[in-house]
Nanobody, 127 residues
């Protein structure tokens, strides 16, 4: 059974950095895609970033491109999201996701294409 466990959320000031982590267990994830979505209060859940461990291709939402970096450590079965130059608009619950479906184009940005979700970790950015 696939399990995703996030950690590393917290409270930071605007401009600071934070790294959230997600330990994936229950399967070998090399053929999966892993990533992050987030949900701010009163808003819909939105795509943040994803990575395919096999090949290393990644993709980011325009709102975080250049500030966030996603990475996967296969030896630890852990996906990381390094968040720099944080803004108050980045305040949200961040969810780790995984899928072994074959996705293309805009399919990557849709919540229903990811079968596995973590419980989420809160990131709060104060101005």
């Amino acid at each position: 059974q696939v399990q995703l466990q996030e950690s590393g959320g917290g409270f930071v000031q605007a401009g600071e950095s934070l790294r959230v982590s997600c330990i994936a267990s229950g399967r070998k994830f090399d053929s999966f895609a892993l990533g992050w979505f987030r949900q701010a209060p009163g808003k819909e859940r939105e795509f943040v970033a994803r990575i395919k461990p096999l090949g290393g291709s990644d993709d980011y939402a325009d709102s975080v491109k250049g500030r966030f970096t996603i990475d996967y450590d296969s030896s630890k079965s852990t996906v990381y999201l390094q968040m720099n130059s944080l803004k108050p608009d980045d305040t949200a619950v961040y969810y780790c996701v995984a899928t072994d479906r074959i996705l293309m184009g805009s399919m990557w940005y849709q919540t229903w294409n990811y079968e596995y979700w973590g419980q989420g970790t809160q990131v709060t950015v104060s101005s």
